[in-house]
């Protein structure tokens, strides 16, 4: 059985292969003059053009006896000014991140042809190991680098995000080949600040989720000189929602908060106001936002990322009741965290990922979890049958009990506290006692502060375009044209949904939603449109990792290749034989490669599975 398809990138663009000549000013018969510096006789760095110049230090002669294991004995300023011999250029393979250390600085190494690049070995976001992850060319982005964690994409040639999740840029640094030896400077190479623009025009950013810091920071950070205003309805800025439902609920909740996306520092230091208010309303056709406070907010360019709110079951009675649960803050989650004790029996009502991630977390911390859901295999109509029995098998192995035969009817009360939730009764008048009653049963988009006719799916979110533009009725667009009004109305995250030869796509989840949050900034910016990444996402279960890389698109077959009891797989939704989505566990560089280009990825993946199948 083969591993699947390579985990090997595909060839970067075109380098120089001239090659390496004498370092020694007066090289070999047949080779470049040197100047004595030691530049001329390096091979040409193929991302030259797409940085800032770097400063020219001549190289530290280091030979392969002086390793890194003097340089301790180096004055650590010294040290940081130094080139330092690291690897041989034969060490490493085309294409492929070598980790080194240098300066007590972790780094990896990428080779094209004789040239070599250098950037940090930890991603910026939660420092996952970037050799781990995957150096390969995306047809949007050239050649680029992919954190095995959660998918952040940084440019070889700047070290700068070109996808989320990271928002700090991935250090670069001087990298020379000297006589097949790889010498490399631990002081990182200035982010090229990109030019100024926007200047006399206005934001305004409804929202305060992942979409919101990701179009605040790819705003600023791409030259957006012009006023920010951000608006969310949440006393916290921005912060990481994924850790709502796993590490959160684990921690003491007095103490344990949410990581912020962005730091209070970086909104003041750029010039980002930031208010804490819920809007009431607001005016598609004047850009207009009412504040309860009575103050109003108008932009020229405004982005609608309100989120959404947990669904609550109509026809179960009884969610009312005190002791009846929802999560989708971070106060919820801190509620979960403090009033959920162990020992305690929970009854979940749902079925999807939040709800089995819930579970997860609360059986680690030792509650007593039932689910309620009309699923009888969890995950089937995403993950498909097999790998869906599989998460079942892990979720009962670890004490989680499932009844999917039948249905929730009610959550009675206490008869000695009435107004306390004591249990759910089944349709067939089985009671469930229990201390508390989650309910996760999906999101509604929170856009009932948006006035106007503006178009809606049957789920209520904005329709937007693949630049995050919202569609307006003809009669505004009119409006709009006769008063020259510049700018525009955006949405993303969960408040919206992509339309695409007449279907909708609506992914509910955190790295789409930075993406989203960043095109509406580049449309904002006016940068010409991009393909609009294959939406990614992952969930984490007692300790497993499931990653999924997809449109939500229908399939017929799913053909898993790997182990799926060890976790350790690659797994391809196909309908009517093409592949429409890629699922995984334990192949962090093929997903990776995957993230930046699906198309490329599956079709090496067709011939690898056309061999295996046929």
């Keep these: 059985?083969?591993?699947?398809?390579?985990?090997?990138?595909?060839?970067?663009?075109?380098?120089?292969?001239?090659?390496?000549?004498?370092?020694?000013?007066?090289?070999?018969?047949?080779?470049?003059?040197?100047?004595?510096?030691?530049?001329?006789?390096?091979?040409?760095?193929?991302?030259?053009?797409?940085?800032?110049?770097?400063?020219?230090?001549?190289?530290?002669?280091?030979?392969?006896?002086?390793?890194?294991?003097?340089?301790?004995?180096?004055?650590?300023?010294?040290?940081?000014?130094?080139?330092?011999?690291?690897?041989?250029?034969?060490?490493?393979?085309?294409?492929?991140?070598?980790?080194?250390?240098?300066?007590?600085?972790?780094?990896?190494?990428?080779?094209?042809?004789?040239?070599?690049?250098?950037?940090?070995?930890?991603?910026?976001?939660?420092?996952?190991?970037?050799?781990?992850?995957?150096?390969?060319?995306?047809?949007?982005?050239?050649?680029?680098?992919?954190?095995?964690?959660?998918?952040?994409?940084?440019?070889?040639?700047?070290?700068?995000?070109?996808?989320?999740?990271?928002?700090?840029?991935?250090?670069?640094?001087?990298?020379?080949?000297?006589?097949?030896?790889?010498?490399?400077?631990?002081?990182?190479?200035?982010?090229?600040?990109?030019?100024?623009?926007?200047?006399?025009?206005?934001?305004?950013?409804?929202?305060?989720?992942?979409?919101?810091?990701?179009?605040?920071?790819?705003?600023?950070?791409?030259?957006?000189?012009?006023?920010?205003?951000?608006?969310?309805?949440?006393?916290?800025?921005?912060?990481?929602?994924?850790?709502?439902?796993?590490?959160?609920?684990?921690?003491?909740?007095?103490?344990?908060?949410?990581?912020?996306?962005?730091?209070?520092?970086?909104?003041?230091?750029?010039?980002?106001?930031?208010?804490?208010?819920?809007?009431?309303?607001?005016?598609?056709?004047?850009?207009?936002?009412?504040?309860?406070?009575?103050?109003?907010?108008?932009?020229?360019?405004?982005?609608?990322?309100?989120?959404?709110?947990?669904?609550?079951?109509?026809?179960?009675?009884?969610?009312?009741?005190?002791?009846?649960?929802?999560?989708?803050?971070?106060?919820?989650?801190?509620?979960?965290?403090?009033?959920?004790?162990?020992?305690?029996?929970?009854?979940?009502?749902?079925g999807g990922l939040i709800c089995l991630e819930v579970a997860s977390a609360l059986r680690q911390k030792g509650v007593g979890v039932t689910i309620i859901t009309r699923q009888a295999v969890p995950m089937e109509a995403q993950f498909g049958r097999e790998i869906g029995l599989r998460l079942l098998k892990l979720q009962e192995d670890n004490g989680v009990a499932f009844i999917s035969d039948c249905a929730a009817k009610r959550v009675y009360a206490d008869p000695a506290h009435p107004g306390q939730a004591a249990g759910v009764e089944l349709e067939d008048g089985m009671k469930l006692p229990c201390a508390h009653v989650l309910v996760a049963a999906g999101i509604i988009p929170n856009v009932d502060f948006v006035s106007g006719d503006l178009p809606r799916t049957p789920a209520g979110a904005l329709i937007v375009d693949r630049n995050m533009r919202v569609h307006l009725p003809v009669a505004l667009r009119e409006r709009r044209e006769r008063e020259g009004r510049r700018g525009g109305i955006y949405a993303a995250g969960d408040a919206s949904s992509l339309e695409e030869d007449g279907r909708f796509w609506q992914s509910g989840h955190w790295r789409p939603a930075e993406v989203e949050g960043r095109i509406a900034a580049q449309t904002m910016l006016k940068h010409p449109p991009r393909t609009v990444p294959v939406p990614w996402y992952w969930t984490q279960q007692f300790g497993k990792k499931i990653e999924y890389l997809g449109w939500g698109q229908k399939f017929d077959n799913v053909v898993v290749e790997g182990s799926l009891p060890n976790f350790d797989f690659m797994a391809y939704c196909q309908f009517e034989g093409r592949i429409v989505a890629l699922i995984s566990s334990g192949r962090d560089k093929a997903m990776s490669r995957a993230v930046v280009d699906f198309a490329g990825f599956v079709h090496e993946a067709g011939r690898e599975l056309a061999h295996i199948l046929f």
């Design 1 to 350: 059985m083969s591993d699947g398809p390579s985990d090997s990138p595909r060839p970067a663009s075109p380098v120089s292969h001239e090659p390496l000549a004498h370092a020694r000013s007066g090289g070999p018969e047949g080779g470049r003059q040197s100047d004595g510096s030691g530049e001329a006789d390096l091979p040409r760095d193929p991302h030259a053009k797409e940085r800032a110049p770097r400063e020219e230090t001549a190289p530290d002669r280091q030979t392969h006896d002086r390793r890194e294991d003097t340089l301790a004995e180096v004055d650590p300023r010294e040290a940081e000014r130094s080139f330092h011999d690291v690897a041989s250029l034969n060490e490493l393979k085309e294409g492929e991140m070598k980790p080194v250390t240098v300066a007590g600085k972790s780094l990896v190494l990428i080779r094209h042809g004789d040239y070599v690049t250098a950037l940090g070995g930890k991603c910026p976001h939660k420092g996952a190991p970037m050799e781990k992850g995957a150096a390969c060319h995306s047809p949007d982005h050239g050649d680029v680098v992919v954190c095995p964690w959660h998918k952040a994409v940084f440019s070889q040639a700047t070290g700068k995000v070109v996808e989320p999740v990271a928002f700090a840029p991935l250090p670069r640094y001087p990298a020379k080949v000297i006589e097949g030896r790889v010498l490399v400077r631990p002081t990182p190479e200035a982010v090229p600040e990109s030019e100024r623009r926007g200047e006399g025009e206005t934001v305004l950013i409804i929202g305060g989720g992942a979409a919101a810091a990701s179009a605040v920071y790819t705003l600023r950070e791409e030259g957006f000189a012009g006023p920010i205003t951000m608006v969310g309805s949440e006393p916290e800025l921005p912060y990481d929602r994924t850790t709502l439902s796993k590490t959160l609920l684990l921690g003491d909740p007095a103490r344990t908060r949410a990581p912020l996306l962005l730091p209070q520092d970086y909104y003041d230091d750029r010039q980002v106001t930031t208010r804490h208010e819920r809007v009431t309303s607001f005016d598609p056709a004047t850009h207009t936002a009412h504040l309860p406070s009575g103050d109003t907010l108008s932009a020229d360019h405004v982005l609608l990322v309100p989120g959404g709110r947990p669904r609550m079951p109509s026809d179960i009675p009884g969610l009312e009741l005190e002791g009846v649960l929802e999560l989708y803050t971070q106060a919820q989650a801190q509620t979960i965290a403090r009033v959920v004790t162990p020992e305690q029996a929970v009854v979940l009502i749902g």
